[in-house]
């Protein structure tokens, strides 16, 4: 069963064309991985499917339900870890996550257990009441990450989920997603951290200048392009370096 199908995907800001007509199907239970620099249209491709901002042209389902015509139905089955650190500064952790369940319409009789059982799966536990600004960079990602599971969703999209972390947190994040993979999640992350996509996705689509250049599983396009690593092959299939590009 596919979780996501898109079909020529565009996307235009004005006059820039960010999305070129793009085709993908992501199933059900996989990791799915966009890899390229910003300005690759990745970003914009997940903010479709989180159902922040409309498609210019084509049609994209995900959860077997439209982005256009019900998008209040799609991110209540989603759970986004934005690129962004947007945490309410004034509360602690577990307020946090306590105070975002209200948009799910989750009791505090409910969302308290979960907010503390999460705290515990990101290894934050005993940092519960402790002001978000007392922590980390790497702590706040992963209570983004927390934050991002407590609707119980069936899909979680990871938009660039250890931009900034140490190597400590990125690979405290990497055991967090692949515990998720062995629940039978479907997940979807954007990254320019290539062992990130080698370690957690099962099919990655690599992308430039809003195009999908190649898609396959991180073993098979290494092969086919007689590459060690995606970043070489990403520099064979586009002839670019991953740290090319412009935000988009």
């Known amino acids: 069963m596919d979780t996501v199908e898109a079909k020529n995907l565009v996307k235009d800001y004005g006059d820039f064309r960010a999305v070129k007509g793009v085709d993908f199907t992501i199933r059900s239970g996989e990791a799915f991985g966009f890899l390229g620099p910003n300005g690759a249209g990745k970003t914009t491709v997940m903010s479709i499917l989180y159902c922040m901002m409309p498609p210019t042209a084509g049609d994209v389902t995900v959860l077997g339900m439209d982005v256009v015509k019900r998008p209040s139905a799609i991110k209540a089955l989603e759970g986004v870890m934005p690129q962004d650190d947007n945490l309410d500064p004034d509360l602690s952790a577990l307020e946090n996550l306590i105070v975002y369940a209200r948009y799910f319409h989750i009791p505090p009789r409910l969302s308290r257990p979960r907010a503390q059982e999460l705290l515990r799966f990101v290894e ?125």
């Open 124 to 248: 934050l536990n005993d940092w519960a009441d402790t002001n978000i600004t007392k922590l980390s960079g790497g702590m706040r990602r992963r209570l983004i990450l927390a934050r991002a599971l407590i609707n119980d969703p069936e899909l979680i999209i990871l938009d660039e989920p250890t931009t900034g972390m140490d190597p400590h947190g990125r690979r405290a994040v990497w055991d967090n997603m692949e515990n998720l993979k062995a629940e039978g999640r479907t997940l979807i992350l954007t990254t320019h951290y290539m062992e990130e996509a080698d370690r957690i996705c099962d099919r990655v689509a690599i992308m430039d200048r809003g195009k999908i250049v190649c898609m396959g599983t991180p073993e098979g396009l290494k092969d086919s392009t007689g590459t060690r690593n995606l970043e070489d092959a990403y520099l064979k299939l586009t002839g670019r370096r991953l740290d090319e590009g412009h935000d988009a």
